[in-house]
Structures are given as structure tokens and as C-alpha cells.
């Protein structure tokens, strides 16, 4: 399967001198893959060192961190000889080895022209951290792009690509959108799902699901595994209560998240802020923030942390932990399902490195996102899951903000591409808001 993040360790590659490249991201995400097949093919040789697995590889950093010392002594252990000018070392589940990731610095000092690169799940956690010494990228889930990619399907990869507005463009690639909104974005579940294209639905269904069933299962015991001082019970009662909530909305925009009830004797922000933060860090959630009055850049200066709206990683997971089958998906009010809308569109703006993001609330009145662009302008984004595009709530913002720009994601073919102000894009074009109407902000 492709993944556009190769695109940017390609040109790590072809620099002179390199710091060490660190990818993180959730777990099965598919940053082993990433690096040893799709990056590991444009190099001579790949020596992975995986310390997940092979815990004690951690003792070819025991006794000293330098390039020199530490490669022999992976060489020692693995039998393996490696010439830094022509191979590629992957350091994978690096955040199992503190020294490993303490080494990264010296990498980066004394041998810039080394190929290094590390991956972990839990990067977010380490106490300690080269700051400054990694290029560092997060993977996230695939996104719909990436899941047109992995179709195969040449003729509807070049229709999204060309951004072609046919009426019959636009019944295939919303087709595809409903496809992704049950398989989601995890590797494992996409790849099924593409290689059983000659199975029954039943089986197709009953393959993916199995599959998220288990991430779910993995993700839960992690919990415990690595949560420290973090009480893993309070970690899982804000994982479980996030679907929960997000399905609770109706026809209207995914609502803060709501602390009373989600765990026993606790109730405010200030009880659950280590749990989200835990989350967050480890990827598994995503975080929007809502804004009241008028919105101005940065809006990071204009969040409060106790209100907060609280997303899936993935919504193929959100699916599977809401029980809702593919053929709900497919044939049921879906129009109706806007919590589903909006944790796809939050996934597609963290993938193009909008993260957090933002949303507007004022009265009965609420955007579901509202975007920066290169010069500080606020952007409104409005998410309707059907083809009902009537918004009385960007009406409001308008009246109120004035913006010079406004978008709106729905379930229809949208607008001429030569609307320039009042612009209408289907859901599946979400990604392009970030790369042809915004810079993100970090």
C-alpha cells in the first residue's frame, strides 16, 4: 500500500547530512511498514532492530552511545555487518530502549551522513527526548486518498486527483467514502477488505470487523502497560465514553466533551486532564477546541482546555466500538450520522498536520471547524453529512464574523470549481481544504 508520507522520507534521503528520522504514531499504524518496505527498497540493505521484540538488544547501548560503539555492538549481536554509507538502520518501538533514544543525538552530532531512522507508539510518553536532533513525522491511519490508492481503481484515483465534478465522479468516490467510513484507515483493516474484494459481504465484513476487534483489545491493554502514574481505568473510561458521546449527537455538531458520568466519583476536567493528555500523546485521540465570539489568529491563544470536543483516532474503530455494521452504513439514514462526518474530516486535517483543530460555538449557532489560512484570515468550515446543505449556523457566523471566505463539506457533488468565496466541497475533498485554502498552524 502506498502512503504519501513516503514522499517526505524520500527527500531525508537525498540530503547530504540528515538528523535521524522519528516516526510516531498509534500502534498498527503501519510505521514498520513504512520504513523497511516502502522506504528499505531504495536502499542496498535494511538492518531493523526491534526492541518490542528483541528486548534485549537494548545492551548494544549499554555501555557507550556513540555511532561507532553502538553499531558494533549491533553488528555483534546480530551477525549482521552493516556499512553506514549504503544501509538503512531502523530502530523500531525505540520508546522500549531510553539509551536508544538517547543516542539519536549523537547520531544526529557525529555522523549526520548515517541513514537512521526510528519508530514507536508511545514517543509521546518519554521523559527524555532529543529536542532538536530528529526529523520527526506522525503517521496517522490511512486517509481517504490513501485508501482510493490502495483500490487499485486507476480511473477513480485520477478522478479524485483531477478533482473532477461529474455527477458520476460523484456517486463512485461518495461510494468509496461510505467504504472507508467502515473500514477506516488502519492498514491491516484496509488491506482485507481490498484482498477479499471477491468474497461475499458477509466475509469481507466479519474479516474487518475481527480486525478491529483486536486493535480495540490491543489498545485497551496498553492502558495498563504504559500508562505509569496515569490510572489506566480513568485512561479507559474517556476511550469507551468518546464514541459513546459522539453518538449521542443527532443532526447537529458533535457537542464538548461531557466529564460527569464517564468515570465514578469524578467529574471535572481537572480529574480526567492527565487521561486525555495520556490519549492525545499516544495518538489515539484527537482534540477540537471551541472558540465563542470572534475568532481570531492564532487560535491557539483563543482555546480553553477544559472545553473540549474529544474524536477517534480512526473511524472505522468509532464504527466498530458503536457496533454499526456496513450495512447500516450503506443503507441507513446516514445523513442523520453527522458525529461520523466530522471524526472524518478531523481525521483528514490531522493527517495534513492540522492538529488540534478548532470550531465555533455562539448561542444555539455552531461551526464545526474553523481554519487559519497563510494570512491569518479565519476560514469557517461547515461539515453536513447528507445533501441537505442548508446552514443556518454559517449564516450566523457570517452576520457575526464577516468572514472572507467560507466552506462548507456535504454530502452532494458541490460547487463550480470557480467559486472562489462560498465555496461547497463533498466530504471526500476534506483533505484539499488544508493544502490549496490554509497553512497549517503548529
Same mark, same amino acid.
Given at each position: 500500500?502506498?502512503?504519501?508520507? +513516503? ?13 535521524? +528520522?522519528?516516526? /510516531? $504514531? ?23 532492530? /526491534? &526492541?518490542?521484540? %528483541? ?8 555501555? =557507550?552511545? !556513540? ?36 543516542? *539519536? ?37 490511512? !486517509? ?32 468509496? +467514502? !461510505?467504504?472507508? @467510513? ?35 483489545? $490491543? ?6 502497560? @504504559? ?11 474517556? &476511550? ?10 443527532? /443532526?447537529? =455538531? ?14 471535572? @476536567? ?8 495520556? *490519549? ?18 492564532? *487560535? ?12 477517534? *483516532? ?37 493527517? #495534513? ?7 465555533? =460555538? ?6 464545526? &471547524? ?14 453536513? %453529512? ?17 468572514? #472572507? ?8 457533488? $458541490? %460547487? =463550480? ?26
Amino acid at each position: 500500500m502506498q502512503r504519501l508520507l +513516503l514522499e517526505n522520507l524520500l527527500a531525508w534521503k537525498e540530503k547530504k547530512k540528515r538528523k535521524p +528520522l522519528l516516526i /510516531d $504514531g498509534a500502534r498498527q499504524t503501519g510505521k514498520t511498514y513504512l520504513l523497511e518496505t516502502l522506504l528499505g527498497a531504495t536502499f542496498k540493505h535494511v538492518l531493523r532492530i /526491534d &526492541f518490542l521484540e %528483541s528486548p534485549e538488544m537494548a545492551e548494544a547501548f549499554s555501555d =557507550s552511545l !556513540t555511532p561507532k560503539d553502538v553499531l558494533s555492538n549491533i553488528e555483534l549481536l546480530t551477525g549482521t555487518i552493516f556499512n553506514p554509507a549504503t544501509d538503512l538502520l531502523i530502530l523500531d518501538e525505540i520508546g522500549e530502549c531510553p539509551a536508544a533514544v538517547t543516542a *539519536l543525538k549523537f547520531f544526529a552530532e557525529k555522523t549526520p551522513e548515517m541513514y537512521v531512522a526510528a519508530s514507536g507508539s508511545n514517543i509521546g510518553l518519554l521523559n527524555a527526548f532529543p529536542v532538536g536532533k530528529v526529523e520527526q513525522h506522525n503517521l496517522r491511519p490511512l !486517509t481517504y486518498r490513501e485508501f482510493l490508492l490502495a483500490s487499485g481503481e486507476s480511473a477513480l484515483i485520477k478522478a479524485f486527483e483531477s478533482r473532477l465534478n461529474t455527477a458520476a465522479a460523484h456517486a463512485k468516490l461518495f461510494a468509496k +467514502l !461510505t467504504d472507508y @467510513y467502515f473500514t477506516g484507515g488502519m492498514p491491516e483493516a484496509v488491506k482485507t477488505w481490498f484482498s477479499m474484494s471477491g468474497s461475499s459481504i458477509v466475509e469481507r465484513h466479519q474479516a474487518v470487523a475481527k480486525i478491529h476487534g483486536d486493535l480495540i483489545s $490491543g489498545y485497551l491493554r496498553d492502558f495498563g502497560k @504504559y500508562s505509569g502514574k496515569v490510572d489506566a481505568n480513568t485512561i479507559e473510561a474517556v &476511550f469507551r465514553n468518546i464514541p459513546v458521546q459522539l453518538s449521542s449527537v443527532v /443532526d447537529e =455538531s458533535v457537542k464538548r466533551f461531557k466529564f460527569k458520568g464517564v468515570y465514578e466519583r469524578k467529574s471535572r @476536567y481537572n480529574d480526567f486532564e492527565n487521561a486525555i493528555i495520556w *490519549l492525545e500523546k499516544c495518538r489515539l485521540v484527537l482534540t477540537n477546541y471551541p472558540i465563542s465570539g470572534t475568532p481570531r489568529a492564532p *487560535l491557539a491563544a483563543c482555546r480553553k482546555d477544559s472545553m473540549v470536543k474529544l474524536f477517534l *483516532l480512526d473511524v472505522g474503530l468509532l464504527h466498530h466500538m458503536l457496533s454499526i455494521g456496513y450495512q447500516e452504513i450503506k443503507h441507513q439514514g446516514y445523513e442523520y450520522k453527522g458525529f461520523i462526518a466530522e471524526n472524518f474530516v478531523q481525521q483528514e486535517f490531522a493527517a #495534513q498536520g492540522l492538529a488540534p483543530t478548532f470550531s465555533w =460555538s455562539d448561542a444555539r449557532a455552531e461551526i464545526e &471547524f474553523i481554519v487559519s489560512d497563510a494570512t491569518g484570515n479565519i476560514i469557517p468550515v461547515e461539515v453536513k %453529512s447528507g445533501k441537505r446543505t442548508k446552514a443556518r449556523s454559517l449564516r450566523s457566523y457570517i452576520i457575526k464574523c464577516q468572514p #472572507q471566505k467560507t466552506i462548507k463539506l456535504t454530502g452532494t457533488q $458541490g %460547487s =463550480s470549481p470557480l467559486e472562489k468565496k462560498d465555496i461547497v466541497l463533498p466530504l471526500y475533498y476534506s483533505e484539499y481544504i488544508v493544502s490549496q485554502h490554509l497553512k497549517p498552524l503548529s
